[in-house]
């Protein structure tokens, strides 16, 4: 037992030094270039700043249950935990797990849903969306910035990297948090929210006044790139998408989907705004979307192979995840023990 000590103290205090993120992803649907620009390479490329946990959010997945297919949730989840470490999320630096796995999430869910109002819950937009495509509005469907909430919280999380449509569930985050902390001590910190400056709300290629989004990509073909998608494809889309009459390539006039064009071209190239300017003076919207055609290609080309190599073994994703969830669970069980202690149960 003595020999353990050192090593351990040695590993906590490292820890306490970085702050901790989480982030995770639904497993609907199919992953595109929004959910990469606003999310997954934001969250590769701070990896070593912080503790890292990022999760495959299937338990929310069930909020509508009746579009559910429990063999392809399965499979699903797994796709988008191969996605994360072949985006590059290294296994080695960041916990990967399946929200599932951890069971403790739902456990402080319960507990946290208990300390929000019904109103919070029902002014979401997400939910008010969500509740009007659907014939009957399952509880869970209410009460799923409650789990999100306990995704975070259960893991003090600082910092939680997502595109501005999760705005409000980290709204709301921070209030339940507040709201606990008010009825049973201070306890938890309150997560701040991490939006790139530019590319946080990346647009539909067909339509530039919508998000991109999985739930429209999966009825129209041009709206949305799936990072799964073969280069034949990916041109079409980008080739096809709505710009306007114009012909300047400047990031402060151009129209909704010319701007949504050179967003794309700006995160993806790294490159600075005048440069990119300066590269296409007087070329032309086919010259800026050909040149995006070749830039998401090669972005995608090496994330398409390793996802085909790590889909290959599967004995080696579940290994992966498993070890995931272990380590994710030391940290959960403990707020959840820290937690019943606070309520009394
Ligand atoms: P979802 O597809 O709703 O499960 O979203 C997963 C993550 O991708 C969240 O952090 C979203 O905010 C982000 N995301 C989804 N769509 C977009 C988009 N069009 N632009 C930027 N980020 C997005
Ligand atoms: N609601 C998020 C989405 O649809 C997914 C999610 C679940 C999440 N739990 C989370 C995101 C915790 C960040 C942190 O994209």
Not at 9 to 20: C, G, H, L, S
Not at 239 to 247: F, H, I, L, P
Not at 319 to 330: F, H, I, Q, Y
Request: charged letters at 20%.
């Amino acid at each position: 037992m003595e020999a353990l000590a050192e090593p351990n103290t040695v590993t906590n205090t490292a820890a306490k030094e970085r702050p901790t993120v989480l982030s995770g992803i639904q497993s609907t649907g199919i992953l595109h270039l929004g959910n990469y620009i606003g999310a997954l390479s934001l969250w590769a490329a701070n990896q070593s700043q912080y503790n890292n946990l990022f999760m495959v959010a299937n338990l929310h997945t069930l909020t509508v249950p009746e579009a559910i297919n429990p063999r392809e949730l399965r499979q699903k989840s797994r796709e988008v935990a191969a996605l994360y470490i072949a985006c590059g999320i290294d296994p080695d630096e960041s916990i990967i797990f399946l929200q599932s796995d951890v069971p403790a999430h739902t456990y402080l869910a319960w507990i946290l849903g208990c300390c929000t109002p019904v109103g919070w819950l029902e002014r979401m937009t997400q939910y008010k969306v969500k509740a009007a495509a659907q014939e009957t509005v399952g509880s869970g469907l209410l009460n799923y910035p409650a789990l999100q909430a306990a995704d975070i919280l259960i893991y003090k999380a600082n910092f939680v990297p997502v595109g501005d449509d999760q705005n409000q569930h980290l709204e709301i985050t921070r209030d339940i948090a507040q709201r606990f902390n008010h009825l049973f001590g201070e306890y938890f910190p309150l997560p701040g929210t991490l939006n790139r400056t530019s590319g946080a709300r990346v647009m539909g290629l067909d339509d530039p006044t919508q998000k991109m989004s999985k739930s429209i990509a999966a009825k129209k073909q041009g709206h949305a790139i799936a990072l799964l998608d073969t280069p034949a494809v990916i041109k079409k889309a980008i080739m096809g998408a709505v710009t306007d009459a114009g012909g300047d390539i400047l990031f402060e006039s151009a129209s909704v989907g010319v701007k949504n064009l050179l967003v794309l071209y700006e995160v993806l190239s790294g490159q600075s705004r005048p440069a990119i300017e300066a590269n296409f003076a007087g070329k032309g919207y086919g010259a800026l979307k050909r040149e995006l055609v070749d830039l998401v290609v090669t972005t995608l080309e090496p994330i398409q192979a390793k996802f085909n190599e790590l889909m290959s073994d599967d004995q080696q994703l579940d290994e992966l995840l498993s070890t995931g969830a272990t380590r994710a669970s030391v940290i959960a069980n403990q707020t959840v023990a820290d937690v019943r202690k606070l309520v009394g149960v």
